[in-house]
Nanobody
Framework: QVQLVESGGGLVQAGGSLRLSCAASGIMVRINAMGWYRQAPGKQRELVAR???????NYADSVKGRFTISRDNAKNMVYLQMYSLKPEDTAVYYC????????????WGQGTQVTVSS
């Protein structure tokens, strides 16, 4: 049974930093492409950072240079370090495989709320 548990969100002022964590079970992060997604109110969920099974990373233009995705294979964890946060980064953040894990329908964890105040 797959389980993805995100944590580390919170309220931060613009320019601040947060580190999100994702604990994965039922899948191995080292052999899957993993991503951090976010969904802002009234908007569709978007992929903002991705790490391939080989370790290469990709970022949405909106977060490039400010966010860093990483993983710890031994702990089966995925992280998102976020710097220079902006109010437009406010969203619920989710981790998942890329493409999102699905059996019959996509699975999503509960996410973690990031709120950036101006």
């Amino acid at each position: 049974q797959v389980q993805l548990v995100e944590s580390g969100g919170g309220l931060v002022q613009a320019g601040g930093s947060l580190r999100l964590s994702c604990a994965a079970s039922g899948i191995m992060v080292r052999i899957n492409a993993m991503g951090w997604y976010r969904q802002a109110p009234g908007k569709q969920r978007e992929l903002v950072a991705r790490i391939s099974s080989g370790g290469s990373t990709n970022y949405a233009d909106s977060v490039k240079g400010r966010f860093t995705i990483s993983r710890d294979n031994a702990k089966n964890m995925v992280y998102l370090q976020m710097y220079s946060l902006k109010p437009e980064d406010t969203a619920v953040y989710y981790c998942n495989t890329d493409p999102p894990y699905a059996i019959a329908r996509p699975y999503w964890g509960q996410g973690t709320q990031v709120t950036v105040s101006s």
